[in-house]
């Protein structure tokens, strides 16, 4: 079964606005949230993570916001760039085991 | 910054025949991973790899998949025999102390069978 979802699947913004992508998970035991950053032909990227003690965690542009009661997760990117163009996968661990990875955002910035 | 190394990009192989994947993985990290990508889509767990021995695997990973890593050289996924929906991308991973902490991926190996 999926554990970790995200939507939307696909996502167009203008630059210069703040781009939401969301993320749900199942198993109430994780507490390792990291999302990556995945360009055509490479792999994915860490790009920021959070753990499930902390509601929020901010890099730069980037922030996730997470509630831990609603079993949702959200990454905002602020000020979108043409360069953020890419897919954003949120992932879920727990517990020293194996990273689940969502299905994926494609995120395209519009100049 | 460290990165992981695999070899080779690509690769097309008929079915039923041998194939091996490697990875070098980030020098001091400790445990290892595969995953499979298909067009662009979810990454799926393959299997991850400390001390010598598999940790976890998934319903993906077949009977006919195996992992090893043998003394200072590439962690390696063979497929024997191959199939056509082995077709993907794979994808390895490497991470420095537990199997949640930061994982550092590879470019892949674009797998084709036919």
């Known amino acids: 079964q999926q554990q970790v979802r995200q939507s939307p699947q696909s996502l167009t913004v203008w630059e210069g606005e703040t781009a939401i992508l969301n993320c749900s998970y199942e198993n109430s035991a994780f507490d390792y949230f990291p999302w990556y950053q995945q360009f055509p032909g490479e792999g994915p990227a860490l790009l920021i993570s959070i753990l499930s003690v902390s509601d929020k965690k901010e890099d730069g542009r980037f922030t996730i916001f997470f509630n831990k009661r609603e079993k949702k997760l959200s990454l905002h990117i602020a000020d979108s760039q043409p360069g953020d163009s890419a897919t954003y996968f949120c992932a879920a661990s727990n517990s020293g085991t194996y990273q689940r990875f969502g299905t994926g955002t494609k995120l395209q910035v519009v100049p | 910054g460290p990165k992981v190394l695999q070899i080779p990009s690509h690769q097309i192989i008929d079915m039923g025949q041998m194939v091996t994947l490697n990875c070098d993985p980030v020098s001091n990290h400790l445990y290892f991973y595969w995953y499979k990508q298909i067009l662009g889509q979810q990454m799926e767990f393959l299997v991850n790899f400390y001390n010598g021995k598999v940790m976890e695997k998934s319903k993906l990973f077949k009977d006919q998949f195996s992992v090893e890593r043998p003394d200072g050289s590439y962690f390696t996924l063979k497929i024997q025999p191959t199939a056509l929906e082995d077709s993907a991308v794979y994808f390895c991973?490497?991470?420095?102390?537990?199997?949640?902490?930061?994982?550092?991926f590879g470019s892949g190996t674009r797998l084709l069978v036919i």
């Open positions: 991973a490497s991470s420095l102390d537990r199997a949640d902490s930061d994982y550092t």
